[in-house]
């Protein structure tokens, strides 16, 4: 109570306010009263007779010559939801930025069709303005992607707030798709349809796919290869450089965004990931690394069951991840760390042949894509020694 009377008594113009404009009516002074008033009224402190009288005052002081009473007005009146709309107007139309760019950013009293009548104006600041907004409606979204200005796009797809339709966002694409920065703001937006994710694949760096594959939906045999080809990427550091993956941080990611699946776990182990399967068993059962290791190199079933169970994956599974980890482990011993991918191609053979009818242990979806895996990993090969 005592501070909402102090920001009260310091937003409140008195008499030797009054006298002092009086005596000198200088531009500095003219913003000082501009200010005082404009923050009563931010502040609620004014009664409603006040309040009239103020708004009269804002009218006259909109005209003001001086961009600094202006600045003034808008600076303290930005976030008064119930201004008056010519005032408003006033303001957002503004001959300078530095007074009608705090408006079209925060003022909650502009209507969609003033918001658009701004951006057919075709000012590039006064545009990235709006596209920063706390929300735009599809509508106003839509218009700022046809408008062509890069700034505003940039803005507007790393706004959260911005509602864009998925037509817009694949205008965005078409026109912005090789541009990383309309791609990074683009591929951290909190929610992505999922064939704009799948569109961004194809052109964002290894940074940013992983970004995708862990926070947005992507077609099941999409994620699977990305996920995959990260962990190659990571071996081969191993191999390389004498870096280390951290397979563990990426398990985790997607684990929270619920992207660590039952089947991209058993496709990454039926490729011969052993440690991306066990990172991601550790995760799932919550249960410690060490742990998990000592169970699944276990000669008895028991303690694998157990973990399995722990970690919720599906029982009719059980059976699939059970033959891939033997094979994967017995291939461990033969394994040539020089070439990861033909290792790969064999433990995929030997599970794909084990069973007369694959499709009695693995979902047709895990068959196909093992298939599909298989004959692209020949090709390589093949032209490889062409």
């Known amino acids: 109570m005592a ?21 000198n009516p200088s531009g ?12 009563g009224v931010e502040a609620g402190s004014l009664s409603p007779k006040e309040r009239v009288i103020a708004e009269e005052i804002f009218r006259v002081m909109v005209e003001d010559a001086e961009v600094r009473v202006r600045m003034a007005l808008a600076q303290n009146l930005k976030n008064v939801p119930d201004l008056s709309v010519d005032i408003v ?30 951006i057919d104006g075709g000012e590039e600041n006064r545009q990235i303005a ?58 951290h937006r909190s929610q992505l349809p999922m064939a704009i994710a799948e569109r961004l694949v194809a052109t964002v760096s290894d940074q940013l796919k992983e970004h995708l594959v862990t926070h947005h939906e992507l077609p099941p045999a999409l994620a699977a290869d990305l996920v995959l080809e990260s962990r190659e990427r ?30 991209l776990i058993l496709r990454a182990l039926c490729t011969g990931d052993l440690s991306f399967f066990e990172a991601a068993l550790a995760c799932k059962a919550d249960v410690p690394l060490e742990n998990v290791r000592i169970l699944i190199h276990d000669e008895g079933e028991l303690g694998f069951r157990s973990l399995y169970e722990k970690a919720t994956l599906p029982d009719r599974s059980f059976q699939a991840f059970r033959a891939a980890v033997d094979i994967a482990k017995e291939l461990e011993t033969e394994r040539d760390d020089k070439d990861p991918q033909a290792r790969a ?5 030997r599970i794909l042949t084990q069973f007369e009818d694959p499709l009695q242990a693995y979902d047709s979806d895990d068959v196909e894509y093992l298939l599909g895996r298989l004959m692209q990993s020949f090709d390589a090969e093949t032209a490889k020694h062409a």
């Open 345 to 349: 191609r064999l433990i995929m053979e």
């Open 89 to 118: 107007q006033s303001l957002a139309t503004d001959t300078a930025d530095a007074v009608a760019v705090p408006m079209l950013t925060n003022s909650g009293a502009l209507s969609d069709e003033e918001l658009l009548a701004i």
């Open 3 to 23: 501070d909402r009377e102090a920001d009260t008594q310091a937003t409140a113009l008195t008499s030797s306010d009054v006298a002092r404009l009086m005596k």
């Open 130 to 187: 709006v596209a920063r907004r706390e929300e735009l409606s599809e509508t106003v979204s839509g218009v700022l992607v046809e408008s062509g200005n890069e700034e505003a796009v940039i803005a507007l797809v790393g706004n959260d707030g911005a509602h864009l339709t998925e037509k817009s966002l694949n205008q965005v694409v078409d026109r912005y798709g090789e541009n990383e920065r309309v791609q990074r703001p683009m591929v």
């Open 28 to 39: 500095g002074n003219r913003a000082e009263m501009a200010g005082k008033i404009a923050a």
């Open 234 to 263: 990571a071996v081969v550091d191993i191999l390389t450089e004498g870096t280390r993956g951290d397979v563990h941080e990426l398990v985790a990611q997607m684990e929270s965004s619920g992207r660590l699946t039952g089947s």
